[in-house]
């Protein structure tokens, strides 16, 4: 097993909550909290250095989740999501979720802005009539889990499911590399170890690049608005940066210039 005493030190240097004058209003959701989860292909091993929530209300929480991800059955393509992950209480849906991990086996630091949309948070306080196969009866349910997939070369996937009911993609994303390095600098370039299973695998086989892209369309894309390359459910295609949606933009309080920072009207919670 790992020693991540290297890990814990850095992970209780940042700390879970925001700094703010005001309290955040009580969430209303038909559930107690939403959860995030991760995962990753298998042996293309990840460590989680954070994720940040802007919420629907315009409060902004920082560390509500880290650490190892689930993995795959291969390491090609994806899976459908996944259930489980870390309960998000006394945060309202997300508007926008920053996420910082280290790729292990390249290995890299990466970083991204996704913005969730609408149709998404809609989804998640829709109740669905489903027959759940693990307590074998008919309940009404809800899809209030959000899974961040992450590979190799930047690539992150986004699905929205529950329990008993299955996973709808959200979209795919390319994200940036942290100049900075592993936790922005702090670690002096030194990422998380690499489990010795994964790396004899890497080692043997390499890195199936590309399996977790979308395709792009033939047309050049950079002759059309951004919002016309992707479908109408809100999925976003993989697109170069020089034709990347703004709402892909970094947003981060601490990282960026003032002029890219979150909006004044938005709040930080206590």
């Known amino acids: 097993m790992r020693c991540l005493g290297f890990a814990v030190g ?12 005001s309290v955040p209003p009580p969430v209303k959701l038909p559930y107690p909290a939403w959860y995030i ?45 996944t259930s489980g992950g870390k309960p998000i209480n006394n945060v309202d849906l997300p508007d926008q979720l920053l996420l910082r991990w280290q790729s292990l086996v390249e290995p890299q630091a990466y970083k991204i802005s996704i913005r969730i949309p609408q149709w998404v948070r809609d989804e998640m306080v829709t109740p669905q009539r489903v027959y759940c196969r693990s307590s074998k009866e008919w309940m009404n349910d809800y899809r209030f889990a959000i899974t ?15 329990p008993c009911l299955s996973f709808k993609e959200v979209g795919r994303y390319q994200a940036k590399v942290e100049p900075l390095g592993p936790y922005r600098g702090a670690s002096k370039g030194k990422y998380i170890d690499l489990e010795p299973e994964n790396k004899a695998y890497v080692d043997q086989h390499g890195i199936p690049y590309g399996s977790w892209q979308f395709q792009l369309p033939k047309f050049d894309v950079r002759r059309f608005p951004v919002e016309s390359c992707g479908p109408s459910n809100g999925t976003t295609i993989l697109l170069p940066d020089t034709a990347r949606s703004p709402a892909n933009k970094l947003l981060h309080p601490n990282a960026l210039p003032k002029s890219e920072q979150f909006p004044a009207a938005y709040k930080q919670s206590p």
């Open 37 to 81: 989860g991760f995962a990753a292909p298998k042996h293309m091993e990840v460590w989680v250095e954070s994720v940040d929530v802007l919420d629907q209300r315009g409060y902004v929480f920082f560390n509500v989740h880290a650490g190892v991800a689930g993995y795959t059955r291969k390491p090609e393509g994806w899976h459908k999501g």
């Open 148 to 162: 961040l997939g992450m590979a190799p070369g930047g690539i992150v996937k986004v699905w929205v499911g529950g």
């Open 10 to 21: 850095f992970l209780l240097s940042l700390s879970a909550c925001a700094t703010g004058s």
